[in-house]
């Protein structure tokens, strides 16, 4: 079956960075487009960066362009966020999504804080 695993979360100082990794298994991950979303408390849940099957092509939320970079690495099956310059706003639980066929695929999130 599909499985996301999200890893590297944590709580972090304004400017900080962190990494996030999405480990996929159940599916030929290669093949598809990977998608990271974020949830703050209190709000929806939002799109934050795609990547193409091939890493050929990415998209930012206009929030974090400039500052994330997502990126793939398909012989792992792992997808990751590079989150530069963190604010207090991009405090939230941050997923792994996949859409395969007409399924929604998710993680279990793994919660970003930042805070001085």
């Known amino acids: 079956q599909v499985q996301l695993v999200e890893s590297g979360g944590g709580l972090v100082q304004p400017g900080g960075s962190l990494r996030l990794s999405c480990a996929a298994s159940?599916?030929?991950?290669?093949?598809?487009?990977m998608n990271w979303y974020r949830q703050a408390p209190g709000k929806e849940r939002e799109l934050v960066a795609t990547i193409t099957s091939a890493g050929g092509s990415t998209n930012y939320a206009d929030s974090v362009k400039g500052r994330f970079t997502i990126s793939r690495d398909n012989a792992k099956s792992t997808v990751y966020l590079q989150m530069n310059s963190l604010k207090p706003e991009d405090t939230a639980v941050y997923y792994c999504?996949?859409?395969?066929?007409?399924?929604?695929?998710w993680g279990q999130g793994t919660q970003v804080t930042v805070s001085s």
């Open positions: 999504n996949a859409v395969i066929w007409i399924s929604d695929y």
């Open positions: 159940g599916f030929t991950f290669s093949r598809y487009t």
